[in-house]
Every structure is written in structure tokens, then in C-alpha cells.
């Protein structure tokens, strides 16, 4: 058994930037255990290739959900990455930070150190922004973020006109002075290959003597010595390992595996421990509890214009464009499915916005087995609105099923439990009908396909969005921060409560969602983690 001074499980969005800053002064050794593979495959590094790997297992735990009564009664398709660089490896690239009124919400929850004027600084020192550094962004760091402004699809400027036309203002930078309005989307990417953690942080760190990164390594319980982690076991081509850890054990596994990690160790719910036969080692009832999720839904139409159906579906299409790809890294398939998008209230009344907006210039409504069919869209010009929600109030838990650290856990997402939940959805559907419905789109519209023009009570459109609404993979918060062990599974400085040794750092610990996608502020969330780490281990 070696000894390391930190061992992190998990190599995804939190636990690469740990592993890269824990290990930059070449004082600590670090060992880094990743129950996937390399993350060298072109698919992945690809940005549009991640319709690929949507479903491809040799990089995806492909979890699935218990069917949901909230979703009528689906039992939806939970990708999350199993390689370097974790989800951030198949993600759809989109860069949000998240909105100050979140960050500040954290704080005042009795959560020091983590408002948004705390965070800021962090944000501006790990990102190089292809727009230019100011007042809100950040030029330098490890991870790359590309301005598509001038690389999107012709359509996208007509979304940008409808919504604007519709009410919405145009916003130049979703991670600037304001959320609201319309705009292009950022990426994580450069020079045309995708910007993983992985390839941003943990490659870097992977040159240094001081860092051993085991891949196919799956963690199946963390050791204790009394209330001390001081280890892990692991299982590693057929092969029962363990490894010592002299300062601290970090689980960065996500928000299934790390509740699925302390629940198989011995901590969370008492009665379901006891209900699969392991011991207790520290009961703590929030482990797995307290799931929140973005959901999504998208609106389709037929257009009278080209979209990206006409260059991705023929053969011919796709080697023009993958030609293109290759020679040059550029064109559709360098970008994210997401050009633009936006956010937006469904109620004047409320003091930020609740929805975000995604708009994409091809469609795929004819389902194709085995991927998920962005390169293979419709042979029809189609394009699509989507839409998710930004904080619901719906809760969720994830949960084992049994002992064996090969079992999925058991995943109850709730969606849609809450009225207010549903309430919202229904305005935000109609005002995506208010966008169609401007000048710039109408114009160009043959039909409304999905969900189709024969939808329009209230109680169709409800039962509509319950059908086709899906996770837009953004869950979080089942290993909750706060400073009360009754209600928090972490303090505010990221360690277990009740526990020594052991912190949990990625974005299972966030207090509640944010306003946006989670990936920016998970790799922040490794950052700050890493920083509060690195204070107490001189």
C-alpha cells in the first residue's frame, strides 16, 4: 500500500483543478483515482462530438433515472463522463458562471468566503477569455473560453432579433454585468478541440513527478481509522488496491458518485445503510438528499431556410464539413450545439430571471439508436427553441441499492413535483411561442412541429412539456455546504461533517443550483476548494 499526502477520487470538473493546484508547488504528492479511461479519443475532443459519446460507455456511466411520475412516468437518460476530465469531457461546452444573486445567496446562508464578489477574483484567475479581459472576465489562466461570435450559424442572428423583438435585451456577456437578455454563448474550447478539465488542468499536472494518475481505478469505500479518513480502496483490473493518504482524502466523484462513494463508506442515512448491511460510520441524513436538477424541454420547427439539417445529414455534408474540421478546426463541427441563447422572468415581477433559452440551427426530432442524433439530423430544414429552468423548487435523491460498488445507485429526480415548478414552465413554454412568433422567426417558419399547433390549453401544453422534458444534466447539491450537520452533508471550508481527513469538493456541495450551466462553477468550486486545502496544509 502506498502512502500519498492527498488522494482525490475523481478526475471530472472540481477534482482536475485540485489534483493541477495541490500539486504545482511540488511539495505534496498527489494520487488521483479515475474509475474511466483516457480521455485521448477524437470524438471527445471534438466539440460536436459529444452526440458520440451521449450514450457511448466506454466514456459514460450512462445512469439511468427511476421513472418519474412528474416526467409521465419516463425514466430518463443521465449521461455523466467516465474518463479524464470527467463530464467535462462530453459536455456541451456552454460557459456560465452563474449569476451573482447566487453565489451571494451561498454566503449569507452561514457559508463564508463563497459571494460573488469572493468568487470573482477566482473566476478572472483560472479562465482565458478569447473576448479580453475587464472588469468581470479574465485572461491568462488554464481554461480557454472561445468567443463564437463570429463562427455561429446565419440563423442565430435571427433568433437574436426575434427575442429581442419579443422584449428581451441583447447581452454581450452572460458572465458580465447582468444575466438577463440574449446572446452567443461562450465555449469551453480552443483552437477547435474541446477545453476539458482534463486537457486545461490535469494534463498539465500529469508531467509532474508528484502526481500519479490511475485510470480504471473505481474507489469502492474510503478507509477510516475512528472518525478519520485516512484512505481508499479501490479496484483496478480485477484487483482489490488500496492507498494511504498522510493529509486528506477529496472526493471530487460528482453528484451521483460522491453520495454513492460516502453511502458505500458508511456515511449518510442510518436506516438505508442499515437496510444494505454496512456499518455506520457517521449517520448524516442529507448524503444523497437534497437533489436539484435543471429541466429542459425543446420547441421545433420547420423552417424556410437552410440550417445545419442541409450540412450535417447528406454524406456529403458531413466530409465537407469534416474535412474542414480536420484541416482547419473550424465549422460546426468545432462549435457546440447551443450557438446562442439567453435568459429571461416569466413574471415582470420577479427580481432576476428563472429561465435560460438555448437555440439551435438544425433539429432532431427522427431519433436515431445508439447516439444521440445531433450529427444525423432531420431531412428537413428544422431548427430548435429550448428552454430550462434556472432554480426549481422540486427536490430529488440519490440513493445505493445495495453494498456493491458496480450498482448504480438509485436516482429519484422529482421533476416537476412542486406547482410552482410547473407554473413556471407553462409561462416560459408560451413566451418561447411569443419568440416563433416575432417578425425575424415568423418570417421564415413553415411550421411548429414539436409540440405542433394542435398543443394550446394549458392543461396540453402541461402535459406536453411532462412527455418530452428531460434533465438538462446540470444536478447538484446532494452533498450539500452548510454550516448545520443537520441540514449540510460539508462546512463552508468543504469538510465532512463529523469527520476528519475527508473533504468533498465539486458540485455536490452547492448549497442550492445556479442560474445556468454547471460546469464553470464547478471547475470554480475545485478552485476555491483547492485554495481552502491549501491554507491548512503549509
Given at each position: 500500500?502506498?502512502?500519498?499526502?492527498f488522494?482525490?477520487?475523481?478526475?471530472?470538473?472540481?477534482?482536475?483543478?485540485?489534483?493541477?493546484r495541490?500539486?504545482?508547488?511540488?511539495?505534496?504528492?498527489?494520487?488521483?483515482?479515475?474509475?474511466?479511461?483516457?480521455?485521448?479519443?477524437?470524438?471527445?475532443?471534438?466539440?460536436?462530438?459529444?452526440?458520440?459519446?451521449?450514450?457511448?460507455?466506454?466514456?459514460?456511466?450512462?445512469y439511468?433515472?427511476?421513472?418519474?411520475?412528474?416526467?409521465?412516468?419516463s425514466?430518463?437518460?443521465?449521461?455523466?463522463?467516465?474518463?479524464?476530465?470527467g463530464?467535462?469531457?462530453?459536455?456541451?461546452?456552454?460557459?456560465?458562471?452563474?449569476?451573482?444573486?447566487?453565489?451571494?445567496?451561498?454566503?449569507?446562508?452561514?457559508?463564508?468566503?463563497?459571494?460573488?464578489?469572493?468568487?470573482?477574483?477566482?473566476?478572472?484567475?483560472?479562465?482565458?477569455n478569447?473576448?479580453?479581459?475587464?472588469?468581470?472576465r479574465?485572461?491568462?489562466?488554464?481554461l480557454?473560453?472561445?468567443?463564437?461570435?463570429?463562427?455561429?450559424?446565419?440563423?442565430?442572428?435571427?433568433?437574436?432579433?426575434?427575442?429581442?423583438?419579443?422584449?428581451?435585451?441583447?447581452?454581450?456577456?452572460?458572465?458580465?454585468?447582468?444575466?438577463?437578455g440574449?446572446?452567443?454563448?461562450?465555449?469551453?474550447?480552443?483552437?477547435?478541440?474541446?477545453?476539458?478539465?482534463?486537457?486545461?488542468?490535469?494534463?498539465?499536472?500529469?508531467?509532474?513527478?508528484?502526481?500519479?494518475?490511475?485510470?480504471?481505478?473505481?474507489?469502492?469505500?474510503?478507509?477510516?481509522?475512528?472518525?478519520?479518513?485516512?484512505?481508499?480502496?479501490?479496484?483496478?483490473?480485477?484487483?482489490?488496491?488500496?492507498?494511504?493518504?498522510?493529509?486528506?482524502?477529496?472526493?471530487?466523484?460528482?453528484?451521483i458518485?460522491?453520495?454513492?462513494?460516502?453511502?458505500?463508506?458508511?456515511?449518510?442515512?442510518?436506516?438505508?445503510?442499515?437496510?444494505?448491511?454496512?456499518?455506520?460510520?457517521?449517520?448524516?441524513?442529507?448524503?444523497?438528499?437534497?437533489?436539484?436538477?435543471?429541466?429542459?424541454?425543446?420547441?421545433?420547427?420547420?423552417?424556410?431556410?437552410?440550417?445545419?439539417?442541409?450540412?450535417?445529414?447528406?454524406?456529403?455534408?458531413?466530409?465537407?464539413?469534416?474535412?474542414?474540421?480536420?484541416?482547419?478546426?473550424?465549422?460546426?463541427?468545432?462549435?457546440?450545439?447551443?450557438?446562442?441563447?439567453?435568459?429571461?422572468?416569466?413574471?415582470?415581477?420577479?427580481?432576476?430571471?428563472?429561465?435560460?433559452?438555448?437555440?439551435?440551427?438544425?433539429?432532431?426530432?427522427?431519433?436515431?439508436?445508439?447516439?444521440?442524433?445531433?450529427?444525423?439530423?432531420?431531412?428537413?430544414?428544422?431548427?430548435?427553441?429550448?428552454?430550462?429552468?434556472?432554480?426549481?423548487s422540486?427536490?430529488?435523491?440519490?440513493?445505493i441499492?445495495?453494498?456493491?460498488?458496480?450498482?448504480?445507485?438509485?436516482?429519484?429526480?422529482?421533476?416537476?413535483?412542486?406547482?410552482?415548478?410547473?407554473?413556471?414552465?407553462?409561462?416560459?413554454?408560451?413566451?418561447?411561442?411569443?419568440?416563433?412568433?416575432?417578425?425575424?422567426?415568423?418570417?421564415?417558419i413553415?411550421?411548429?412541429?414539436?409540440?405542433?399547433?394542435?398543443?394550446?390549453?394549458d392543461?396540453?401544453?402541461?402535459?406536453?412539456?411532462?412527455?418530452?422534458?428531460?434533465?438538462?444534466?446540470?444536478?447538484?447539491?446532494?452533498?450539500?455546504?452548510?454550516?448545520?450537520?443537520?441540514?449540510?452533508?460539508?462546512?463552508?471550508?468543504?469538510?465532512?461533517?463529523?469527520?476528519?481527513?475527508?473533504?468533498?469538493?465539486?458540485?455536490?456541495?452547492?448549497?442550492?443550483?445556479?442560474?445556468?450551466?454547471?460546469?464553470?462553477?464547478?471547475?470554480?468550486?475545485?478552485?476555491?476548494?483547492?485554495d481552502?486545502?491549501?491554507?491548512?496544509?503549509?
Open positions: 500500500m502506498q502512502t500519498y499526502d488522494i482525490i477520487v475523481g478526475s471530472g470538473s472540481a477534482g482536475s483543478v485540485v489534483a493541477e495541490l500539486s504545482a508547488s511540488g511539495r505534496f504528492s498527489v494520487l488521483v483515482l479515475e474509475a474511466g479511461g483516457s480521455d485521448r479519443r477524437f470524438y471527445v475532443q471534438m466539440p460536436l462530438g459529444y452526440g458520440k459519446t451521449f450514450f457511448d460507455p466506454a466514456v459514460n456511466w450512462n439511468k433515472a427511476e421513472p418519474d411520475p412528474g416526467l409521465a412516468g425514466a430518463d437518460h443521465w449521461p455523466r463522463g467516465k474518463l479524464l476530465g463530464s467535462s469531457s462530453i459536455n456541451a461546452m456552454v460557459y456560465i458562471r452563474g449569476a451573482r444573486e447566487d453565489f451571494d445567496a451561498w454566503a449569507a446562508a452561514g457559508n463564508p468566503g463563497w459571494s460573488y464578489a469572493d468568487l470573482l477574483p477566482s473566476f478572472k484567475a483560472l479562465e482565458d478569447e473576448a479580453g479581459a475587464d472588469k468581470w479574465g485572461v491568462g489562466g488554464p480557454h473560453i472561445t468567443d463564437c461570435s463570429n463562427a455561429v450559424h446565419p440563423l442565430t442572428k435571427r433568433y437574436l432579433v426575434a427575442a429581442q423583438q419579443a422584449g428581451l435585451p441583447f447581452n454581450p456577456d452572460f458572465n458580465g454585468a447582468s444575466q438577463e440574449v446572446g452567443i454563448y461562450q465555449i469551453t474550447t480552443r483552437n477547435g478541440r474541446r477545453m476539458s478539465a482534463a486537457r486545461a488542468f490535469l494534463r498539465p499536472a500529469m508531467k509532474r513527478r508528484n502526481v500519479r494518475v490511475e485510470t480504471n481505478a473505481l474507489a469502492t469505500k474510503l478507509l477510516f481509522e475512528g472518525k478519520r479518513a485516512v484512505g481508499v480502496e479501490y479496484e483496478q483490473n480485477g484487483e482489490t488496491r488500496t492507498a494511504r493518504a498522510g493529509r486528506e482524502v477529496i472526493v471530487s466523484s460528482g453528484s458518485n460522491s453520495p454513492q462513494l460516502l453511502q458505500l463508506s458508511g456515511v449518510g442515512p442510518s436506516a438505508l445503510l442499515g437496510s444494505v448491511g454496512i456499518p455506520v460510520i457517521q449517520a448524516n441524513e442529507n448524503v444523497g438528499a437534497n437533489l436539484q436538477d435543471h429541466v429542459g424541454i425543446n420547441y421545433t420547427f420547420k423552417g424556410r431556410l437552410p440550417t445545419l439539417n442541409q450540412v450535417l445529414r447528406p454524406w456529403w455534408g458531413k466530409l465537407r464539413v469534416g474535412m474542414q474540421y480536420i484541416l482547419t478546426r473550424s465549422g460546426p463541427l468545432s462549435l457546440s450545439m447551443n450557438n446562442a441563447g439567453g435568459f429571461f422572468r416569466t413574471d415582470p415581477a420577479l427580481a432576476r430571471p428563472n429561465m435560460q433559452l438555448y437555440f439551435q440551427a438544425f433539429s432532431t426530432v427522427i431519433p436515431k439508436n445508439g447516439e444521440r442524433p445531433i450529427l444525423t439530423p432531420d431531412p428537413w430544414p428544422g431548427f430548435s427553441i429550448g428552454l430550462s429552468n434556472c432554480r426549481p422540486s427536490r430529488g435523491e440519490i440513493m441499492r445495495s453494498k456493491d460498488p458496480r450498482d448504480h445507485p438509485r436516482i429519484t429526480a422529482n421533476a416537476y413535483s412542486t406547482n410552482h415548478d410547473v407554473d413556471e414552465m407553462l409561462a416560459a413554454v408560451k413566451f418561447v411561442r411569443t419568440i416563433a412568433s416575432m417578425p425575424a422567426m415568423a418570417e421564415i413553415e411550421e411548429e412541429v414539436l409540440p405542433g399547433p394542435s398543443i394550446k390549453s392543461a396540453d401544453l402541461v402535459q406536453d412539456f411532462r412527455k418530452r422534458s428531460g434533465t438538462v444534466y446540470h444536478p447538484v447539491s446532494t452533498c450539500r455546504m452548510g454550516p448545520d450537520a443537520s441540514r449540510a452533508v460539508v462546512d463552508p471550508r468543504l469538510k465532512v461533517h463529523g469527520l476528519q481527513g475527508v473533504r468533498i469538493i465539486d458540485a455536490s456541495i452547492f448549497p442550492d443550483n445556479i442560474t445556468g450551466n454547471t460546469n464553470a462553477a464547478s471547475i470554480l468550486t475545485g478552485w476555491k476548494g483547492a481552502l486545502v491549501l491554507e491548512e496544509h503549509k
